[in-house]
T-cell receptor, first 126, second 107 residues
Framework: EVQLVESGGGLVQPGGSLRLSCAAS????????MSWVRQAPGKGLEWVAGIKQDGSEKYYVDSVKGRFAISRDNAKNSLYLQMNSLRAEDTAVYYCARDSSSWDSATGFVRRLDYWGQGTLGTVSS | DIQMTQSPSSLSASVGDRVTITCRAS??????LNWYQQKPGKAPNLLIS???TLQSGVPSRFGGSGSGTDFTLTISSLQPEDFATYYCHQTYSSPQTFGQGTRLEIK
């Protein structure tokens, strides 16, 4: 059974830092892209960052570039999100998600976020 | 960035109704479009990938169609457990982006 378990959320002051972790099990972690997606209270979903299987490629939404860093440790089956210079607008539930791809005869290689963790809440407030 | 716009933002319907939610991309995304269902306090759940491929375990009353810029999610006969928020999601280019969501409520 695929499981993703996030941890590391909490309350931090503006300008502070948080490091989120996601422990993966039930699949070959090193074979998949992984993503972080966040959801501000009462709002919609926002993709934050993604990382390739070997960590060689990383992508970010513009609003977090230069402040957040995604990383992974395949030996520990773990995904991380280092969040620095936090702002009130970064307050959200942060989900890690498996970013899988497969061949679709009509489209080619298609991607989707097929498994999600339960989320961890990061609150930025003074 | 590719903008995804869903309509309507909210919808009231009754059990047994047929419901359609639309999603429009700001540029062509071929069929790189997924749909998710989210219930309050829970993580999103993948329903459909590649615009029309139903995920394993998802009831057949859910269906997806479209390509290019216009996509639809259809629920053929609403069940009580279908009342939730639905999101479209494009993976054509980075950053991946989501629609703003459609909240489906009981009439």
């Amino acid at each position: 059974e695929v499981q993703l378990v996030e941890s590391g959320g909490g309350l931090v002051q503006p300008g502070g830092s948080l490091r989120l972790s996601c422990a993966a099990s039930g699949f070959t972690f090193s074979s998949y892209w992984m993503s972080w997606v966040r959801q501000a209270p009462g709002k919609g979903l926002e993709w934050v960052a993604g990382i390739k299987q070997d960590g060689s490629e990383k992508y970010y939404v513009d609003s977090v570039k230069g402040r957040f860093a995604i990383s992974r440790d395949n030996a520990k089956n773990s995904l991380y999100l280092q969040m620095n210079s936090l702002r009130a607008e970064d307050t959200a539930v942060y989900y890690c998600a498996r970013d899988s791809s497969s061949w679709d005869s009509a489209t080619g290689f298609v991607r989707r976020l097929d498994y999600w963790g339960q989320g961890t809440l990061g609150t930025v407030s003074s | 960035d590719i903008q995804m716009t869903q309509s309507p933002s909210s919808l009231s319907a009754s059990v047994g109704d047929r419901v359609t939610i639309t999603c429009r991309a700001s540029q062509s995304i071929s069929r790189y479009l997924n749909w998710y269902q989210q219930k309050p306090g829970k993580a999103p759940n993948l329903l459909i990938s590649a615009a029309s491929t139903l995920q394993s375990g998802v009831p057949s009353r859910f269906g997806g169609s479209g390509s290019g810029t216009d996509f639809t999610l259809t629920i053929s006969s609403l069940q009580p457990e279908d009342f939730a928020t639905y999101y479209c999601h494009q993976t054509y280019s980075s950053p991946q982006t989501f629609g703003q969501g459609t909240r489906l409520e009981i009439k």
